[in-house]
């Protein structure tokens, strides 16, 4: 899930962004409550964000608040508004009707107290396909959102086959990983970073601190008036050629992020590239294929292909809408092939991810991943984004991991977060069968982060790598 959320003094805005859990079932931290911290957001956490719109599939909403660092706090009898947009409704957790009440816009919404910090609530869907706002409010403290994609009633549902579930055969390397893809943008400000007083390249400087990945975001045609860096082509291939080298001199590893978009891709947009917005639906699926090889082979020619592939940006909801949106599972297996299909033909020794933004969310990874895997998409590692106002607790992030990693018989990575440092690397890396193969920070270059102030300075928040390397990356 994505909302906007302002990540640096630098000025850079990005787009951040679900049924009932299961027990946990590793050993997962419990992240302190500060009481004392003023209430700056809402938390909403829903526990699917896709389900059948049959009038009766449903899924359970969290509702906390938060302190200014994004920490959850436990406030008691907080008054929170919740206010749907589309066809779906609100009640209690036994599934009863709660009163509506009318807001001085006329619009409708319910109503709970927090009570000991959370309130509990589930969400039913209509009996039409729609895409749902749910938005939890509490005076002018920061909002919570989730969009919910309910799904045609008569959606096919599949499972896999335990032929379909080899053991990943591919080796897959511990990974302390940083998504710094703004850095060519900080830098072209005139921005620079410094560690204990030297200023020093911000690659090797994280390569100092512990890291030994990094990931970069690739859009189609980013040069576009619609895209994501018009006129000036960020995070576009000429950029992405730059980085990797840059990457691959500092000694590190590179994660490539396809979005197959020319703007961000995420549950609550997956834009078709214009180039290809009236392709038919065999010469889109050819385009994937020979976009992803293109992009690859320019790499290899500078030596410099990636260590690690993501198909896609949090494709929970699909990928290239609305052909590949999820409520047409066979056509979004057929797209998701297609590019696993682009990536083999380069080398088929990288290690291929599928990215859900479902952190804590179990139901809804396994439908997801039951539904593409049973409709014969292969890779070999499951990523996942945790962002505890969107995903969940720690303990559901621990559960869900645990839970996949067992089920599908493949490693797990948090591939995108930003909070809880240190207890978000102890819970993968402390997997069983050493499932988890580590996590990438989302933008740490910003001061908001924590890792370097607005002059662009480390803090001694760094050396929590440090630390992380010594305890998981260091050799026995």
């Not at 066979?330 to 299909?341: E, P, R, T």
């Not at 290690?351 to 895997?373: C, K, R, T, Y």
Request: hydrophobic fraction near 40%; proline fraction near 6%; include cysteine.
């Amino acid at each position: 899930m994505r909302t906007f959320f302002l990540i640096s003094a630098f000025s850079l805005v990005s787009i951040f962004h679900c049924h009932s859990q299961k027990p946990n079932t590793t050993a997962t931290p419990v992240a302190p409550r500060v009481s004392s911290e003023v209430p700056a957001a809402v938390m909403l956490t829903a526990y699917s964000t896709t389900l059948l719109a049959n009038g009766k599939d449903r899924t359970r909403l969290r509702i906390a608040l938060t302190d200014s660092l994004g920490k959850e706090i436990a406030p008691e009898g907080d008054t929170i508004r919740i206010y749907i947009t589309g066809d779906g409704k609100v009640a209690t957790p036994e599934g009863k009707s709660m009163a509506m009440h009318t807001d001085k816009t006329g619009k409708q919404y319910a109503e709970c107290l927090l009570a000991k910090g959370t309130c509990n609530l589930v969400f039913i869907a209509g009996t039409k396909p729609d895409k749902v706002k749910v938005e939890a409010q509490s005076g002018k403290l920061w909002p919570g959102s989730h969009e919910i994609h309910t799904l045609p009633a008569g959606f096919v549902m599949m499972k896999p086959k335990p032929d379909q579930l080899p053991p990943t055969a591919k080796p897959i390397e511990k990974m302390i990983g940083a998504d710094i893809s703004f850095l060519p943008q900080i830098e072209a400000q005139g921005r620079k970073f410094f560690d204990s007083g030297q200023e020093k390249d911000a690659i090797k400087l994280l390569r100092d601190h512990g890291f030994n990945y990094i990931r970069l975001r690739i859009f189609v045609n980013p040069e576009t008036k619609y895209g994501y860096s018009p006129g000036t082509g960020y995070c576009g291939l000429n950029q992405t050629l730059a980085m990797a080298q840059r990457i691959r001199n500092a000694g590190m590893k590179l994660l490539l992020d396809f979005h197959y978009s020319d703007y961000w891709a995420d549950p609550q947009q997956q834009n078709k590239p214009e180039a290809w917005a009236a392709l038919d639906f065999k010469t889109l699926q050819d385009s994937v294929r020979a976009y992803t090889i293109r992009v690859l082979l320019a790499l290899k020619q500078q030596g410099t292909l990636p260590d690690m592939i993501q198909v896609g940006n949090e494709i929970n909801h699909g990928i290239l809408w609305p052909d590949g949106h999820v409520g047409n599972p066979d056509q979004l297996a057929f797209l998701l092939k297609a590019a696993v299909s682009g990536i083999e033909a380069v080398d088929a020794g990288i290690p291929v991810m599928m990215h859900l933004a479902l952190g804590g969310q179990h139901d809804e990874s396994v439908f997801w991943l039951d539904n593409m895997i049973a409709r014969g998409v292969r890779f070999d590692i499951i990523g996942l984004s945790y962002y505890p106002r969107w995903h969940g607790t720690l303990e559901d992030l621990g559960s869900n991991l645990a839970s996949l990693a067992k089920r599908y018989n493949k490693p797990v990575n948090v591939v995108e977060y930003s909070d809880y440092k240190r207890e978000v690397h102890d819970i993968v890396f402390g997997l069983p069968g050493n499932a988890g193969k580590g996590a990438c920070i989302w933008e740490p270059l910003g001061w908001r982060i924590g890792l370097f102030d607005q002059a662009g300075a480390a803090t001694s928040l760094i050396t929590v790598y440090d630390e992380l390397k010594e305890k998981y990356l260091a050799a026995p």
